[in-house]
């Protein structure tokens, strides 16, 4: 899990009034938020403002249990009455450990079997073809429409200096004057 800033979780308020504030971005936030954060791999912890008890488990419980509520249910209804015999049970306390591996190795099969479909995909002649006419029509899509098609993105290229930028803006006028002048003999 990504951490803070500062290498430390992130600590989330629960007000009385059922606010939650994020003590790291200095803001009200909700459960979508929350639930965000964990898509994004933010680590947080949820304490009561009153009493500075952890509450992080009952708040992920209750965003479960809103996106069970709103959304495609995830949780089949036997398995929710299978966990919900355990408690109580003499195995309550393997289960957590099972469920935490079992999500683990689920995780890494997923991560094989995407990084199983790229690979093949990368050798696919279809996909290297389908691949050069996405770059021609991004090309085509330049020429005609400059600035509107980027080939790469700025995480895939280091920022231009502005003279390089200028000196590409001033040959995409070049160009586009060109175009003009032949459409209009």
Known sequence: MAKSRDGESVIIKKYANRRL????????????????????GVDFKV???KSGDDITHQILT??????????????????????ISM??????????HYLEASMDHFRENQQKLRSAF???FGNNPLAKI??????MFKAAAAAFMPGA?????????????????LSAL?????????KLDSLGN
Request: net charge negative; hydrophobic share 35%; no cysteine.
């Open 21 to 40: 504030y994020n003590t790291q971005s200095s803001s009200y936030i909700t459960l979508d938020h929350l639930a965000q954060m964990v898509r994004d």
């Open 47 to 49: 304490v009561d403002a």
């Open 62 to 83: 209750q965003i479960i249990m809103e996106e069970e509520a709103s959304g495609e249910q995830m949780l089949p209804v036997n398995f929710l009455r299978q966990l």
């Open 87 to 96: 408690y109580g049970n003499s195995m309550q306390g393997l289960l957590p």
């Open 118 to 120: 790229e690979e093949s």
């Open 130 to 135: 389908a691949q050069q006419n996405l770059e």
């Open 149 to 165: 098609v980027q080939s790469e993105t700025a995480e895939e290229k280091p920022r231009a200096s502005a003279e390089d930028e």
């Open 170 to 178: 001033r040959e995409q006028m070049a160009a586009m004057q060109k």
